[in-house]
């Protein structure tokens, strides 16, 4: 199931509110939670459901031991075998087609890899419960010992399946009682459209262009279409995947935030317009910040962060990052691209940018930014080889740009859309509203409208439309 379904803004939704505030015990609101988080995920497969009831069981389990044995080698061990039981679970069930692959490569063998099917969401649900049971083990926090009310915490059905990926300590107390209260659940609800505005407005439409130039999962571009393309068609497939890819995820993040906020969680941002963005060290702290301040808290600072080793330490955090985005080089070519550019800034480039113009340095992070999406794209390498020699041959193509120019005519006004919710200006219009308005009947009033309009748009995209996945839901 997901967000931006019909299925999902008329029964799901407004069936777990209603039964979530049909009462104000708090358990019972926890456990409304907890029984629809477990139907949304179990939705498509409900057989994954034992995985996670599984791990979550394994890991809270051992966050208590960890916590009676605080100090001592026991705690040490603890903490070890949940790091090795959850990255066990990734490479069995995200990773082990592309060992075999390596080691069949490497030695010559024959090996048949299981083949499992990718559960949805464990790559954010594993990094929920490793953080849990690493900050149990430093003492930041205490070991939860309600199992239910840590199985809310993991299967939480705002950000389960695509982030953003919540850390314990981040809501440890609006697990223990949440405080809802109206202007909470309209903020939420506003939240909410804004981000379903994003994705089936923006995101979708992209995606169709993206599909047109660079092929889709269901279509892959195949390399006679692509010598059929002019140079600048493969730039705008790019360009279109960069819009696509942004709105879809932090789309995706604003509704998870939107949700949370409706059932009195606050969840942090986890994206701050990264487009925007002067550096590419800049960029990250704006793209996919939940991600970003795992890998810097829990692989970074421990390898020594700044003080000894940086570009080591730099490495390794980048090498991983792509390796967490999927089993296959091209996500590793990804995550050392970005590694190169944030290695330059730190030792001279960042000093330079500082001393140049702001539209010199928002020009060089959009050129390092924009090219690099193509390596997370295309997952075959041979294509994606193909594809960066089209972008950079600029070349005409056998037909001309007459069909890529009347495409970018048809979305003229979409296209300025994208491009101005790129950047800061509906928040910038809400504050100067805010600070003259008091939030007075009228602008609620307005608020309402807003959010009923925005709705209906959405509605009426998603009519007929039954394919509509999220991008990060592969991850």
Not at 99 to 123: H, K, R
Not at 206 to 235: H, Q, T
Not at 243 to 261: E, K, N, P, T, V
Not at 385 to 408: D, R
């Amino acid at each position: 199931m997901v967000f931006a379904s019909l299925l999902f803004l008329f029964i799901f939704l407004p069936l777990c509110l209603m039964l979530y505030y049909s009462t104000k015990n708090p358990k019972w609101r926890n456990w409304v939670l907890i029984v629809f988080s477990l139907a949304f995920y179990g939705w498509g497969e409900p057989i994954w459901i034992s995985l996670l009831i599984l791990s979550s069981l394994f890991d809270w389990g051992n966050s208590i031991f960890i916590d009676k044995h605080r100090g001592t080698k026991w705690a040490k061990i603890g903490v070890t075998v949940t790091v090795v039981f959850n990255l066990a679970l990734l490479a069995t069930f995200k990773y082990d087609k592309f060992i075999v692959d390596q080691v069949n490569s490497l030695l010559g063998t024959s090996f048949t890899a299981p083949g499992y099917a990718l559960p949805l969401g464990i790559s954010f649900y594993t990094f929920h419960t490793i953080s849990y049971v690493v900050d149990v083990y430093r003492g930041d926090i205490k070991a939860q010992r309600n199992f239910p009310n840590f199985l809310m915490y993991v299967s939480l059905f705002s950000s389960l399946v695509a982030g953003p990926i919540i850390r314990y300590a981040h809501v440890e107390k609006e697990i223990y009682g949440r405080k809802e209260n109206l202007t909470d659940f309209s903020l939420g609800v506003s939240r909410f459209c804004i981000g379903l505005f994003k994705k089936v407005v923006i995101a979708n439409i992209a995606a169709e262009i993206v599909a047109k130039y660079m092929g889709d999962n269901r279509n892959p571009l195949s390399f006679a279409e692509l010598a059929s393309f002019s140079s600048l068609e493969a730039w705008v497939g790019l360009i279109m995947f960069a819009i696509q890819i942004y709105f879809d995820f932090s789309g995706y993040s604003d509704m998870a935030i939107g949700l949370g906020r409706m059932f009195g969680f606050h969840f942090r941002e986890n994206f701050n317009y990264p487009y925007i963005s002067k550096s590419i060290g800049e960029f990250w702290r704006r793209w996919h910040i939940s991600l970003g301040s795992i890998f810097r808290d829990y692989v970074y600072i421990p390898l020594g962060g700044n003080k000894k080793r940086v570009y080591l330490n730099l490495f390794i955090v980048w090498f991983l990052t792509g390796m967490w985005h999927g089993p296959s080089w091209n996500f590793i070519f990804w995550g050392l691209y970005f590694f190169i550019f944030i290695a330059l800034e730190r030792a001279f480039l960042l000093k330079l940018l500082e001393k140049a113009p702001a539209f010199i340095a928002h020009v060089y992070a959009l050129v390092i930014i924009i090219p690099g999406w193509v390596i997370f794209y295309f997952t075959d390498t041979d294509m994606l080889i193909a594809y960066v020699k089209k972008l950079f041959s600029f070349s005409p193509g056998p037909t001309g740009n007459m069909e890529v120019m009347n495409t970018l005519s048809t979305h003229l006004f979409w296209l300025v859309l994208a491009l101005i919710l790129c950047m800061p200006v509906y928040h910038t219009i809400k504050n100067w509203i805010d600070k003259r308005t008091g939030r007075i009947t009228f602008y609620n009033t307005a608020v309402i409208g807003f959010n009923v309009v925005l709705l209906f748009i959405c509605v009426a995209q998603l009519v007929g439309k039954s394919y509509n996945p999220f991008i990060y839901f592969r991850f």
